[in-house]
């Protein structure tokens, strides 16, 4: 699925031009002579000068279909990778668990994009109420990316989605510069064993979650954050609000 320009076609006007052009010299365009082979393409070049704007309606028709072809590509890799995409257990869900759309987030805590995002997405899930949203921690800008997600990872193993979506929010909302001790004071005031969770997230169970996310991305051809799949489409991005909701009602037209 892809916002592009409307669908425009050659004009008739430019196939007949050129296909008058190419009988003038020649019924077969391979028996031209080297003469009428730059005869003709000064007469095509012509007709293109006088008549620029066939060039854009090619070009869009081009650009059509590579989207297309893109869609339908997205739309495969979301079918091959279903089951890791949309049922692990690991992952952090927020919205509403049995909502008709389902949304998948890669995101980076560090990352700007992500963070711009984050109130779009939260208000596309207060509004629109019926949207089920799950979280894949996929850390890709360095050492502190990896140690929030797995703190973040690590709270979810050990206090389960609630205190996973605290954590979560926190980190959405905080600066870059993270640490263990700043990740500590996530869960001050909270029933959490903090100390449980810095033990447990160094763990392999944690190290592998991370791994199984950054092999799920790279499947879905995934190599920046945010991204979206939602639902078959794959948006790779910033995506704003409105852009959201108009993918989202979208997907509901087509059932």
């Known amino acids: 699925m892809r916002f592009t320009r409307p669908f425009l076609t050659l004009s008739a006007c430019a196939l007949t031009a050129l296909s008058v052009a190419s009988a003038a010299w020649s019924s077969d365009l391979t028996d031209l002579t080297d003469a009428d082979r730059d005869a003709f393409r000064a007469e095509v070049r012509a007709y293109l000068m006088d008549n620029p704007e066939i060039l854009m309606e090619a070009i869009a028709v081009l650009q059509e279909r590579n989207d297309q072809l893109a869609d339908v590509?997205?739309?495969?890799?979301?079918?091959?990778?279903?089951?890791?995409?949309?049922e692990s257990p690991e992952d952090l869900v927020l919205g509403n668990p049995e909502g008709d759309i389902t949304l998948v987030e890669f995101l980076d805590y560090r990352c700007g994009y992500c963070k711009k995002a984050h109130p779009d997405v939260a208000?596309?899930?207060?509004n629109d109420g019926n949207i089920k949203l799950i979280v894949k921690e996929f850390p890709i800008l360095g050492e502190a990316s990896v140690l929030a997600s797995r703190f973040a990872i690590a709270t979810h193993l050990e206090a389960g989605n609630e205190a996973y979506a605290q954590v979560h929010e926190a980190l959405m909302n905080g600066g870059n510069n993270v640490t263990e001790g700043s990740l500590k004071r996530l869960l001050r005031?909270?029933?959490?064993?903090?100390?449980?969770?810095?033990?447990r997230m160094n763990s392999d169970e944690v190290t592998q979650i991370i791994a199984q996310n950054h092999a799920l991305g790279q499947a879905m051809q995934i190599n920046g954050t945010p991204a979206f799949v939602m639902e078959t489409a794959v948006v790779r991005g910033y995506v704003p609000y409105d852009s959201m909701v108009e993918i989202v009602a979208e997907l509901r037209a087509q059932g």
């Open 123 to 126: 208000a596309l899930l207060e």
């Open 189 to 199: 005031g909270t029933d959490v064993d903090v100390d449980a969770v810095i033990e």
């Open 73 to 86: 590509s997205d739309s495969n890799l979301v079918s091959a990778n279903a089951v890791a995409l949309f």
